[in-house]
């Protein structure tokens, strides 16, 4: 894979003691941006690594995006020699990012104040499930029991159901994408002033504060004027719509985007109705709105409405399968696990592109390397892996 220009971070490099997807997800994204990311992995393997199948044992089609763009060497944190390399690679980075729990970070001597004395101005992110100062701060945290916390399966009860939780690892993702925006706050902070600082992202109050976004809603006046929840949201009828021939995601929005599809279908009745003239009215007849809405896309194709929608600038998209949007992607050959479809930054930069420099690593792969960098000589390299603090993995 040939490497492209320079990302927006190509000066930074990032220490990753991260695993299973909310960590990692956070140094791809950076990598992306074009940071030198050096993560350090367990020998037996991240989680990543084996959630779904891959044509090699460590590299699953998860692992194969979310390992891109960082090198990879496997320390043992125990031993003293493992313990020391680590902390020189931390005086050779700008961020360290781990979701290790207070606990085991205090054990290894690896908690903020251990690195910050060899690395004054590091950026030192600290992501776990629970807030360090609280009675929880080194209780055990997944997604699953995060999406819980976080008030996700109770609005799937206010929806009239039982709780659930999305099936997706949302948490994780969230917290990834605030880990991303955290450290670059504070390392803009250190560009300015020279400071460095420990930054902390805890899963919960993180997911909290996202799903109070809009679900707050009446209850965040004080006293509250009503309960959680956003209603438009909530409407058990929010949803695809099934058309004569299959399904389609319309979500009529504006007056005239109700009026246009009332008298299309024949319900003049409603494209007249009085509750349309404002978002608070549409808003609290939700329910009735979205289930005319409903009978009447049954009544056309789904090319029909899709065409129908892009004549009067109404929101709408088809169904699209997931398999069909994994082969819509480009495919690239990985020198172990062949060829695999890579999923692209999202984000465009006209000038300082974010791209894949650097596929997904085997465990400790780039160890040697990395070493020599930080002044090892070969016979301390070959020294550490003969007492076991370095590790490879075939």
């Excluded at 390992?67 to 496997?74: A, E, G, M, P, Q």
């Excluded at 360290?96 to 001597?109: D, E, M, Q």
Aim: charged fraction near 20%; hydrophobic fraction near 40%.
């Amino acid at each position: 894979m040939a490497p492209t220009a320079g990302g927006p971070l190509s000066d930074v490099r990032v220490l990753d003691l991260t695993s299973v997807v909310m960590g990692p997800l956070a140094t791809q994204i950076l990598g992306d941006l074009g940071a030198d990311v050096i993560t350090v992995e367990d020998i037996g393997g991240d989680t990543n690594r084996f959630m779904g199948q891959g044509r090699h044992p460590q590299l699953s089609g998860t692992a194969l995006n979310l390992l891109r763009n960082k090198r990879n060497i496997s320390l043992d944190l125990k031993h003293p020699d493992g313990r020391e390399a680590c902390l020189r690679l931390a005086e050779h980075s700008d961020i360290l990012v781990t979701n290790l729990r207070p606990g085991p970070l205090g054990r290894l001597r690896l908690a903020y104040p251990d690195v910050g004395t060899r690395k004054p101005d590091i950026i030192y992110c600290q992501a776990q499930g629970w807030p360090t100062d609280s009675a929880a701060g080194d209780r055990p945290a997944y997604d699953d029991v995060v999406q819980s916390a976080a008030g996700v399966a109770h609005l799937y009860e206010q929806q009239g159901g039982e709780p659930r939780i999305v099936p997706s690892i949302i948490a994780d993702k969230v917290s990834g994408i605030t880990i991303v925006y955290a450290v670059l706050a504070a390392l803009h902070h250190r560009d300015r002033t020279g400071e460095g600082q420990r930054v902390e992202v805890p899963m919960v109050p993180t997911m909290q504060a996202f799903m109070l976004v809009e679900h707050g809603a009446d209850a965040i006046p004080e006293p509250p004027l009503g309960s959680t929840g956003y209603r438009r949201v909530l409407s058990a009828d929010r949803g695809p719509q099934r058309t004569a021939d299959g399904w389609i995601h319309m979500l009529p929005y504006s007056r005239d985007n109700y009026v246009d599809l009332f008298r299309l279908g024949g319900r003049d009745d409603l494209a007249a109705d009085p509750v349309l003239e404002n978002r608070a009215s549409r808003s609290a007849n939700v329910e009735v709105l979205y289930a005319a809405v409903a009978e009447i896309v049954r009544t056309r194709s789904t090319a029909s409405w899709l065409e129908f929608c892009d004549e009067h600038d109404i929101p709408c998209s088809p169904i699209v399968n997931l398999d069909e949007l994994v082969a819509g992607y480009p495919v690239a050959e990985h020198s172990h696990a062949g060829s695999y479809h890579v999923i692209p930054s999202p984000v465009v930069f006209d000038s300082t592109p974010a791209g894949v420099r650097r596929q997904a690593a085997l465990i400790g792969e780039h160890g040697d390397e990395v070493l020599a960098e930080l002044g090892y000589t070969p016979d301390e390299v070959a020294a550490l892996r003969a007492s076991g603090a370095l590790r490879s993995r075939s």
